[in-house]
DNA sequence: CTTCTATACATGTACAGACAAATGAACGGA
DNA sequence: TCCGTTCATTTGTCTGTACATGTATAGAAG
């Protein structure tokens, strides 16, 4: 274990790490219980306040759960369809029992404009890979995903089959979410979007802006839009 | 200070709490430094560590911002509607400089149809509160609020004056909440919401379905019409 | 076989002391 | 004046110890 006491990352973020490696690697496994914190002591030769500082920041995290008298253990995969937290729409589907399929509208690299730019704290004119896909319940169509992907954080994302593995999980697999940024907002779908979602010109739709981070950098920013007339976004939570 | 070693509430907890409260209610403004962890040593007569983890916590939630070498700080509030907490109009209308009103439209007493027993947990005919207000913000119209109450809940309910104290605020003094459901939709108001909210036919509005527990017990049901055009909810959380 | 109890173990909290790192202000010299 | 040094202050981290609290289990008692 490298808790080389004069590197300037502090000891207790340098185990939130390597924990975090190994169940990310899948190395651990959800519900495995992990070794207890005079375990750790001993292997790590840290004090055990240094353990239980990251053990208890990974609990805060979501990571870990830990159960005072009898020990610590890797945190299920969160099995989404909350509001709250960000959600693959290809689980959510399956978990009604629906069938899951998508269409590719569009997927290339372009050339960032200033809001763009500005959006993707990138600069101006730098690659940008866009996506456009249209997700459909039972060939119903229920959501248009316009994508807009940071390349160095997902350098293959234009090579991906996304009929296959939603785009939300190939990030989540390349740049696992550390923050989240959610706006929603209710809008009068334009011409092109009526068209792909099949609906009237009225009908209002329920508008999520998503920008993700990874390990502090942003990677993409989403418009996902949903019809009002066949979709809600509902969450449960604990305060 | 309170911080009895006695109590079940550990100490650290108890003063996040008591920080958070002066800065909840105003007595400590954006900005402001806030005591040295060495004076709350000294004041409250606790350790450092337990000084330090409390401020620690506040300002990974957001409410402080402390800079090393230089002191602690109460953040800047943040000028939005918060999508992921359960806040309060009022607060956030005034945390962004303008002035809220509000305006009581019906509030009585009800006997419970089929669906609102059942949206309520409670048994068909029981007798429930419901309240319709209107939300302005420098008298102009952002959000209407219509709520059911279990009147066990909340007792005096009805005899409660909206226009100073928000349903919200004096649900929370008497029923703090534990958890909450959230469902959002895109919706074309009524006749009768456009009239309130002073909106054009066509205009999409965002409504926002939220159920309240406290206690394990269910409070409140109330349903949020926020106009499309001068409202977004957004927020921001980490993973 | 069931139930209670003692025990070991694991996490939760709290404390006192120590040093590191960043900042800002006071001070002194060119 | 301008620049570098010194110093006090403040937060950041780490250690070692102590006791509290929750859980499971083995063994005793019934």
Partial sequence: MNTDPQSPIPRYSQIKRMISARIQSGDWRPGDRIASEAELVRDI?????T????????????QLIRVQGVGTFVAE????????????IA????????????KVILLRREAAGDPTARLL???SGDEVYHSLLLHLENDIPVQIEDRLVVPRMA????????????????????APISEAEHVIE????????????????????????????????????????YPGSRY????????
Same sequence: chains 1, 2.
């Fill in 45 to 49: 030769g840290v004090s055990r306040m």
């Fill in 186 to 225: 209710a809008v009068l779908p334009q011409a092109e979007d009526r068209r792909l979602l099949k609906i009237a010109a009225k009908e209002p739709c329920i508008r999520l802006h998503r920008r993700t981070w990874s390990d502090g950098k942003l990677v993409s920013c989403v418009d996902l839009t």
């Fill in 121 to 123: 704290e990138i600069n």
């Fill in 77 to 88: 995969n969160k099995a989404q369809s909350a509001l709250f937290e960000v959600k693959n």
């Fill in 51 to 62: 353990i239980n500082r990251a053990l208890r920041e990974l609990t805060l995290e979501g």
């Fill in 155 to 174: 350098k293959d994302y234009l090579q991906q089959d996304f009929t296959r593995i939603t785009p939300f999980v190939y990030l989540t697999e390349v």
């Fill in 232 to 239: 809600r976004l509902s969450g449960r939570f604990r305060a």
């Fill in 91 to 102: 689980d959510e589907i399956r978990a009604r029992g629906g069938r899951h399929q998508a």
